[in-house]
């Protein structure tokens, strides 16, 4: 963990290098295209031409190898290799050998790597609409709603000209399960967070949340967060449970509280221009793998979960705490005045997503209650 953290910094700043060295000669299309298309003779003028050289497509992950990101990504990986028969080739980099969330976004924007995993929690700085992912009790308790929200097309079309506006095109909106808190102590109060250090991803709506609770949010980067925890510079953080055990928190953490308050969402992005100028042949091999992964996904999340909750039950004697609804209720009455916090921030637009989403996880509720 500790080497993870020392390596970032340094291969955070050579990597970077590496992938846009080129990008200095100050012809930017040519080198985007020689960094995108390094082995291939197409180009994005030929975007209704078939392909038929090889290419090597960038996916930049936010977190580390065993992770959810990296199991979405080694699955996208044997889909699109396979329905080229190789000739589009896909090199995954895990979170520790290119940057930081934010970076990873830039680095997708400059077309220094092709694919990435944007997290609202960090995205919604950029396009403060995403914001609305970060908000608490917003979607429902039962993850089979939450798919066909999430993965419809609607959801998708309320985001995609705002992504495009900061030159990136959104694939797809991928829940990783439920945000669970760490912490010093039991968090089964909106008091239990009076003056409570809590570490949160970087955008300012995400603090927003916490501060309704009463707590003192302190937004810092993914790697920092261990020893953040272990120097005591924060009380707590929150994260899903897969991550809380891959990145050791449970070990310098006392308790565990489930509040089934909010899914952690990540979003795949790619390049708006390289992904306008793709070959048909191409885009559609991408499309169909991104289709494809919705299931794979949310099973694999959930197994995730479960495994790692296990694996943290049997290696530490961290306290579990789950809350009741009626603790729960005390927490969603708290965290509403933050939704016009969020329409403040995110305008007119941000309100017709929130009531957008509100209103069609309501609509699929009512649904599968009645067994439709
Ligand atoms: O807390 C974070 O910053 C990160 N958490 C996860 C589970 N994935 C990526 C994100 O950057």
Sequence with gaps: MRTLIRWLGSL?????????????????????EANTQQESSSSSSDSAAKSSDTVTWRFALEEIEGSVQDAYAKEFKKEVEKASDGSIKIDIYPYGSLGTSSQLTELVQQGAVELAFASPGHLASVIPEVGVFTLHFVLSDDNDVNKEVL????????????YNSQGLELLSIVPEGWMT?????????????????????????????YKAYGANPTPMPYS??????????IDGQVNPIFAIEEMSFYEVQDVMTIAHHAQFISTVIAGKDWYDGLPDDQRKIL??????????????????????????KESSDIKIVTLTDEEREAFRKASMPVRDIYIKEAGDRGKKILDTITSMVKEKEGQMEQGE
């Design 12 to 32: 955070t700043i050579l990597m970077s290098f590496i992938l846009v060295g080129c990008s200095d000669s100050g012809d930017d299309s040519a080198n985007k």
């Design 151 to 162: 993965s419809s097309d609607k959801v998708h079309d309320l985001f995609a000209d705002r």
């Design 181 to 209: 808190w760490t912490g010093t102590k039991a968090l089964k109060t909106p008091a239990d967070f009076e003056d409570f250090k809590m570490r949160t991803m970087t955008s300012p709506i995400l603090t927003e949340s």
């Design 224 to 233: 920092e967060v261990y020893s953040g925890l272990q120097l005591k510079q």
């Design 287 to 312: 499309d169909d793998a991104r289709d494809n992964l919705v299931d794979y996904i949310y099973k694999k999340q959930e197994e995730f979960n479960q495994k790692r909750l296990d694996k943290i």
